[in-house]
């Protein structure tokens, strides 16, 4: 769960996370794109390679290849634990 927080904390990566919500099944070089044209990011592609790597050590996004192009995908399982371990039902109201 801690890989999940770190994977987190940089904004970076949440942009990431934003743009595969936004449009799921992406390349790097799409990635890429849209972080410089939505966001003003202009890190490398290795850089943006590293995030999306943390990212996918904490089950965040997930890669599958189709010939020469791998593409990302994201997955919001580990999120969906995050929310079910401290967010408790709502108590019901008594008639």
Not at 53 to 81: C, I, M, S, W
């Amino acid at each position: 769960m801690s890989d999940v927080f770190k994977a987190l904390a940089d904004p970076t990566r949440r942009a990431i996370l934003d743009e595969l919500a936004d449009r799921d099944g992406q390349t790097l070089f799409e990635i890429c794109g849209r972080l410089a044209g939505k966001h003003g990011l202009g890190s490398s592609r290795q850089a943006i390679s590293q995030h999306i790597d943390v990212l996918a050590q904490a089950g965040l996004v997930e890669t599958r290849r189709d010939g020469r192009y791998k593409f990302h995908h994201l997955n919001t399982g580990p999120l969906r634990h995050l929310t079910d371990r401290w967010l408790a039902p709502e108590p019901e109201e008594k008639p």
